[in-house]
């Protein structure tokens, strides 16, 4: 973790060039967050809350979408604690509890509640789809994989001649696309995923494991 020389380094570029963001290239815990913005003015990010943003902006159908918002609330509740620091001088005596520790707990249940219907309803999203698949029967399937933005898309749309949307930017599909090809008098199913990013969190792993 950075130290507090190289933070006031950080804090001082950051006025001289007007800086406005700040995101750190790991995962940061929510007191990690709390005690570097008592030092540097302005918003922080990390790795994870980076991707998230970016895949809260490319969902576009309910499963993604139900995934993205999963992902969230997964990486939001180790980090409650972290986030209500401020309220610590609050708290009572020994043996009490001031409401600082009382807000995190009902905010605790609200996240986990949230968790166990997102999981449901992606639960059930999940069949729906494997209902679909299983319609389609016996046809071979095939699948691009590889890191996010290196043309996964563009290569569906030459060998499928659709129309599958391609963008030269990050995590343009969230969603697994399948198509009917045929190559050779041989037909197969081709599928587009996620692509794959190095330093991936396991809550996103999760959450997005039916889009591999």
């Known amino acids: 973790m ?8 950080i804090k001082n570029y950051i006025q001289e060039n007007d800086v406005s963001l700040l995101i750190f290239d790991d995962d940061l815990t929510g007191s990690q967050i709390t005690n570097i913005e008592k030092i540097i003015p302005c918003k922080v990010l990390d790795r994870s809350h980076l991707i998230l943003d970016i895949f809260a902006l490319r969902a576009r159908t309910a499963q993604a979408k139900t995934q993205v ?6 990486y939001l509740l180790p980090r409650l604690k972290g986030m ?8 009572g005596g020994i043996g009490l509890r001031g409401p600082g520790e009382k ?23 999940e069949k729906q789809d494997l209902t679909r698949r299983k319609q389609r029967g016996d046809m071979i399937r095939v699948s691009l994989v590889g890191y996010t933005n290196v043309g996964k898309s563009t290569i569906m749309n030459l060998l ?21 090809v045929v190559l050779d008098r ?14 991936l969190p396991l809550h ?7 889009t591999s």
Request: proline letters at 1%; glycine letters at 2%; charged letters at 35%.
């Open 204 to 210: 996103l792993v999760e959450s997005f494991k039916s």
């Open 84 to 91: 209500w620091t401020h309220l610590e001088r609050q708290r």
């Open 69 to 74: 918002e999963l992902a969230q609330m997964q």
């Open 103 to 125: 807000e995190i707990e009902t905010d605790k249940r609200i996240v986990n509640d949230k968790i166990a219907l997102l999981k449901s309803k992606l639960a059930k999203i």
């Open 160 to 180: 499928s001649k659709s129309q599958v949307f391609a963008e030269n930017k990050l995590f343009a599909t969230l969603d697994t696309t399948v198509r009917k």
């Open 2 to 9: 950075i130290r507090k020389g190289k933070l006031n380094e």
């Open 186 to 199: 041989v037909p197969f199913l081709l599928s587009d995923t996620v692509g794959f990013i190095r330093k």
